[in-house]
């Protein structure tokens, strides 16, 4: 049974590798693929180029802490809401640098959050899957959360009264990055992404919080400090706005090709009912070209509708939108928010269908489209 269950994956993932990837890579493969880190990992390197490739026909889909907890349960091994929907987990596994710190003593490292991080990231790599981590830094001036909107980032960058304590999170996190090792000492290439939805001002680091030229600061500063300062050599960069209607208010704060790998943006506004569409498939669009006239990669790094209640919303929104010929392939992959418990966590804040939701058959054939890949449909990713 184990091995036909695995010849089973490997012929879908040869065949997803034929539907998605039918044109040919960057020339000279991996090693001609130009990076925020030139001295970045083959696998990180191969990651990048991989995605770039199966991106012009298919998107990945992808769900944030899916092997956390989800509705109704916490921590149990194996557990994914995707996967007790679809029969797959997702192909993107979407987690937060924010475990790596104490709850509610944010300059503290917590190594048992932190290790419990580490598991999950393991096991979705170990199956192929591709690992995102945002970061939803408590404010730095007052160590609330990060929707505290007092100002900060003059605090924390070079210059700033609190820099060094900034140094000190980020040498939390490089230690995280570079500790991320399979058994045989490869590190796990990961797509960071810090000071997302920045074109909002709902967090500390947002528009109405932050000069441009400060923000900027605060991004170069961050990837070189773990570039070339900690030795991180597993990251992709990701600058992700929230949403935007031109190229110009998408790239007011964008702190340059060399130090970004991936565009993306979030998407919960236009995303919802097909009567917003066209907007939304102009965002993806725009994101799409800007990309590619970059060579970089583009994707939807956080989407999705609270609690799903249109229960045809996945093919019959997102499906065709993601589809659409305008924009001209090029999304590497769509993540859909988190799934609380609502035991211990928000009631009715769910992004991805569960057993018995209404949307749970249309999920169903969203991912049975040959332009929607699931971590079962992935070839090898890595080399």
């Not at 899916?66 to 993107?92: C, F, I, N, Q």
Request: charged content about 25%; some cysteine.
């Amino acid at each position: 049974m184990i091995a036909r269950a695995k010849a089973g994956a490997l012929a879908a993932a040869m065949l997803a590798l034929t539907a998605c990837a039918t044109a040919p890579g960057p020339r000279g493969g991996a090693a001609a693929v130009q990076l925020a880190d030139r001295k970045a990992t083959p696998e990180t390197r191969a990651l990048f180029a991989n995605l770039q490739r199966i991106s012009r026909d298919c998107v990945l889909f992808g769900h944030h802490d899916d092997l956390a907890y989800g509705m109704g349960w916490t921590g149990e091994a194996g557990r994914s809401d995707v996967k007790d929907v679809a029969g797959a987990y997702p192909a993107v596994y979407g987690w937060d640098v924010g475990r790596l710190f104490r709850n509610g003593q944010p300059d503290l490292a917590d190594p048992q959050r932190a290790e419990e991080l580490r598991r999950w990231i393991l096991e979705g790599f170990g199956r192929g899957g591709v690992i995102s981590l945002a970061w939803h830094m408590p404010n730095p001036v007052n160590d609330t959360d990060s929707w505290n909107t007092a100002r900060a980032v003059d605090a924390i960058i070079p210059g700033g009264r609190l820099h060094g304590d900034y140094k000190a999170k980020l040498d939390v996190v490089a230690a995280f990055l570079n500790g991320l090792r399979t058994e045989d000492g490869r590190r796990v290439p990961v797509i960071f992404r810090p000071f997302h939805e920045h074109t909002g001002s709902w967090f500390w680091w947002g528009r109405d919080h932050a000069s441009v030229d400060a923000f900027k600061q605060l991004w170069r500063f961050t990837v070189a400090y773990l570039r070339d300062e900690k030795g991180v050599r597993n990251a992709l960069y990701a600058y992700s706005t929230d949403v935007f209607d031109s190229e110009a208010e998408y790239l007011e704060r964008y702190p340059g090709d060399d130090v970004i790998d991936l565009l993306g943006f979030d998407d919960y506004h236009s995303v919802k009912t097909a009567e917003t569409r066209a907007v939304f498939v102009n965002r993806l669009r725009l994101l799409a070209k800007m990309a590619r006239e970059r060579g970089k990669l583009a994707a939807l790094t956080e989407t999705g509708v609270e609690t799903i209640p249109d229960p045809e919303w996945w093919t019959a929104v997102l499906l065709p939108a993601l589809k659409d010929p305008s924009i001209g392939g090029g999304i590497a992959y769509a993540l859909v928010w988190r799934n609380a418990n609502p035991a211990n966590d928000r009631k009715d804040h769910f992004y991805a269908p569960y057993p018995g939701h209404p949307s749970a058959a249309d999920f169903a054939r969203f991912k049975q489209d040959p332009a929607i890949l699931f971590e079962d449909e992935l070839p090898d990713l890595y080399r």
